[in-house]
């Protein structure tokens, strides 16, 4: 007969297949490209805005979209600081904190 050698399990994470797709491989898109928001809509420029994506900009829109993420206008944080003022979480700030999605075109 046949002998197997017995193997070890060793601890730590299950072995990951290297080719094996990952959740944002399979994900569904969060918002399909027709539904990006149009210059008009933004009120910038179509020159603008097709700059803002042709450099990488239209990548972040689904997540800017989303509310996920806030960018903080780096401007109001000098100026709160200098008035004395500390950062506090994100839903106490007021909207002038933070850019629009516009601005970030501009």
Same mark, same amino acid.
């Given at each position: 007969?046949?002998?197997?050698?017995?193997?070890?399990?060793?601890?730590?994470?299950?072995?990951?297949?290297?080719?094996?797709?990952?959740?944002?491989?399979?994900?569904?898109?969060?918002?399909?490209?027709?539904?990006?928001?149009?210059?008009?809509?933004?009120?910038?420029?179509?020159?603008?805005?097709?700059?803002?994506?042709?450099?990488?900009?239209?990548?972040?829109?689904?997540?800017?979209?989303?509310?996920?993420?806030?960018?903080?206008?780096?401007?109001?944080?000098?100026?709160?600081?200098?008035?004395?003022?500390?950062?506090?979480?994100?839903?106490?700030?007021?909207?002038?904190? $933070?850019?629009? $999605?516009?601005?970030?075109?501009?």
């Amino acid at each position: 007969g046949r002998v197997e050698a017995r193997t070890e399990e060793l601890p730590g994470p299950p072995a990951v297949e290297l080719d094996a797709p990952t959740p944002a491989d399979t994900a569904a898109p969060t918002q399909p490209a027709d539904a990006l928001p149009s210059a008009p809509d933004l009120g910038v420029s179509e020159e603008k805005l097709e700059k803002w994506r042709k450099l990488g900009g239209g990548d972040l829109e689904p997540v800017l979209a989303s509310g996920a993420v806030a960018v903080l206008d780096a401007q109001w944080v000098i100026s709160h600081a200098e008035a004395g003022g500390v950062l506090s979480h994100r839903q106490a700030l007021p909207n002038e904190a $933070f850019l629009s $999605f516009a601005d970030l075109v501009e």
